[in-house]
């Protein structure tokens, strides 16, 4: 009948409707603003070989004075020609002697976190190779929900700027957090580039998906009693 064929048709369009909702819902990341350092308010970065002391790039602002924003084949004091990291494109450099730490975060919470969740968080750094007026050895503390891990030592290259990639993995105790980065060894000069933060071993499922595949798991039998229905009309 009418009434039959009707009910099972919107039982069934609902079903498809919600299947989308979860693919949707499930997508769900840590959102980092510019982790690539690529843009400052909008613009483009800084022209190739210099820096801006004192400046990050947009989505970024500067916790303690002064780190710098690099573009491609930038020269530190008695250092080669510093390469771009894998994440290509401008990074970000922190700076210290004993008593000023530099230090840069990010401009707003960053969203988008599941509580209870593993995340990793991501970056490539590098140690600022062959200034002879750094250590041979930096490393950056990340914080974030209030908890502060240190980065592996980054070692001088030599002659060459050596990246590498790291990761640190935090538990989220909070839909939202602040996030910054400092150097955390004295009389040295290190990078970072290509921030990104994503749940550990996937993507994590967020509240709202477990209630859309209950409302999905009741419209199947529905369905199927409707076209049950139908057949023996």
Known sequence: SFPTRRSSDLAFAFFVTLSCG?????ANAATIVN????????????????????????????VAPSPDWAAPGFNTVNAPTMTTSPDGGNWTMGYSNTTIFESFGAAAPVTGFVIGTTYDLSFYQAHNSSDSSFN??????????????????????GNAQVWSLETLQFVATATTSALTFTVATADTGI????????????????PSTFVLFALGAV????????RKRKKSA
């Not at 419209?219 to 409707?226: A, E, F, N, T």
């Open 136 to 157: 041979s050895s930096g490393a950056w503390d990340v914080t974030l929900f209030g908890t502060t891990l240190t980065s592996s030592l980054m070692v001088d290259g």
């Open 191 to 206: 990078s970072i580039d290509g921030i990104s933060i994503t749940a550990a071993g996937g993507v994590v499922p967020e």
């Open 35 to 62: 982790g690539s350092f690529n843009d400052l308010n909008g613009g483009t970065g800084p022209n190739p070989g210099l820096s801006h002391n004192g400046t990050v790039a947009q989505g970024w602002t500067v």
């Open 219 to 226: 419209c199947i039998p529905l369905y199927s009693r409707s």
């Open 22 to 26: 979860l693919m949707v819902s499930s």
